[in-house]
């Protein structure tokens, strides 16, 4: 646990402590004509991540399994040109549209997997080995996460598939296990292929295998549970309801709860505005919710005339001439209409990288003011370690005319002791005078 004590100048060069403590110092440099901010980015905790149950050994030999059922929907010669690429493993998608070249998408790039165009026998050729194409003009291979989508022209012919390449990884949710252990109900929001799937099936798998709980996936596409009517074993014990329409999934949301007496939703993609008032109902009753949605940041919620109600909706306040002037802001402004409907919301930056929100709605209450809110930043390191950053800003300010404190870690070897300015500092006081910056002094105090 650390405390930070801020002083001006003037202030004591040593704080007097207990003997059990040790103090590190640094400075801040800061102009004395900004309004006072604080930006510090500081490390909590690093400690390693579980190892999953199962052996590496036999997740690659039923991912290569899988991967051959999804391969088997091409001619031999693009199945055998694409097995013989070296990044396989990290294959993301195949494209084939009528009178192109057929595309694998990998993440160094697009590799073509034939000279010839595709062909309507080629189309014919993988329709015939998958599933229907629902509504949404998505189907799948049986017992299998990928997924197949089909694009057809006005006469309802199809013309072009992508064929989405799908994996169960287990321990993808470690960065989140504290939030999961705990309860909470996560919204995970992020673009098209970041992984947000591939997160809330982890999450269903952890709720239902290693904290026992009641856990009922509501799986619009059958992309979390896969194809068929028995479920993949990705998701453990979790227990999978399929949607026969997009259009009426707000309504299998509210039979899973009336039928089956879930301790915990898992529901993938929320995009309508039933569908967010469905997930509103039954936060309301108590039940845990894990979701996803399509965005960037909070941000993008809170502009979502759809989706809003997910962060307790945003409604114009009109205030007092006393209230506005208090406040420094205009007459009209943006408030929180209510509680939210998920308590965290989780920013995924990549598959390495999470944003997290731990109170959502203290988050859109940050923003429609005008302020950053409070995240937390977590990354999966080469080593296999959890790092977890928290940042809290309250203002924006020049980044010139600001000094980030180092990383607490970094800097606990005592390389910058009581007496000595950090170099960027130095030249900063050089350049100008003593009477335009401001010494701040930053005291960390705790237990080591």
Excluded at 47 to 71: H, N, Q, T
Excluded at 155 to 173: E, F, H
Excluded at 397 to 405: E, I, L, M, P, T
Aim: glycine share 8%; hydrophobic share 40%.
């Amino acid at each position: 646990m650390f405390c930070f004590s801020l002083f001006r100048y003037p202030s004591p060069l040593i704080t007097e402590l207990k003997p059990h403590f040790k103090t590190q110092f640094f400075p801040l440099n800061f102009s004395r004509n900004q309004l006072f901010t604080n930006f510090f980015t500081t490390r909590i905790s690093g400690y390693p991540i579980k190892s999953p149950a199962c052996s590496s050994s036999s997740l690659e030999d039923e991912y290569d399994v899988e991967l051959g059922r999804l391969l088997a929907l091409l001619p031999e010669e693009m199945r055998s040109r694409i097995s013989e690429h070296e990044q396989l493993r990290e294959l993301i998608e195949v494209v084939m549209d009528l009178g192109r070249k057929p595309l694998a998408r990998f993440p160094s790039g697009d590799f073509v997997l034939s000279d010839c165009p595709i062909t309507v026998q080629d189309i014919e050729h993988a329709t015939t080995q998958v599933g229907d194409f629902a509504i949404d003009n998505r189907a799948g291979i049986s017992r299998t996460l990928h997924r197949i989508s089909a694009i057809r022209n006005r006469k309802g012919t199809i013309i072009g598939l992508t064929c989405r390449v799908g994996r169960a990884i287990s321990g993808s949710a470690d960065l989140l296990r504290d939030l999961v252990q705990d309860g909470a109900s996560l919204l995970l929001i992020g673009p098209p292929g970041v992984g947000k799937t591939t997160i809330i099936r982890d999450i269903a798998r952890m709720l239902a295998n290693e904290y026992k709980k009641r856990v009922m996936i509501v799986d619009t596409s059958n992309e979390i549970g896969g194809d068929g009517d028995i479920p993949h074993a990705g998701i453990g014990n979790a227990r999978r309801m399929q949607v026969p329409d997009s259009d009426m999934q707000h309504k299998v949301l509210i039979e899973a709860v009336e039928n089956h007496m879930p301790q915990v939703i898992v529901i993938d993609e929320i995009g309508t505005k039933l569908e967010a008032m469905a997930a509103s109902t039954i936060a309301q009753r108590g039940i845990q919710l894990v979701a996803t949605a399509h965005g960037v940041t909070i941000e993008n919620l809170i502009m979502n005339p759809s989706l809003e109600i997910l962060i307790g909706g945003i409604q114009s306040v009109t205030l007092g001439d006393e209230e506005a002037n208090r406040r420094g802001v205009q007459k009209t402004v943006l408030e929180r209409k209510g509680p939210s409907t998920f308590s965290c919301g989780v920013e995924i930056v990549s598959k390495t990288e999470l944003r997290v929100h731990r109170c959502l709605e203290a988050t859109v209450d940050a923003v429609l003011s005008g302020h950053f809110p409070c995240v937390e930043i977590r990354k999966m390191n080469s080593q296999g370690l959890e790092v977890t950053s928290q940042t809290s800003t309250d203002i924006s300010s020049d980044k010139k005319d600001v000094v980030v404190a180092r990383d607490l870690l970094e800097i606990s070897d005592g390389k910058i002791g009581n007496n000595q300015l950090p170099p960027e500092l130095s030249s900063n006081m050089a350049e100008d005078s003593l009477e335009d910056w401001a010494l701040l002094r930053l005291y960390v105090y705790g237990l080591f």
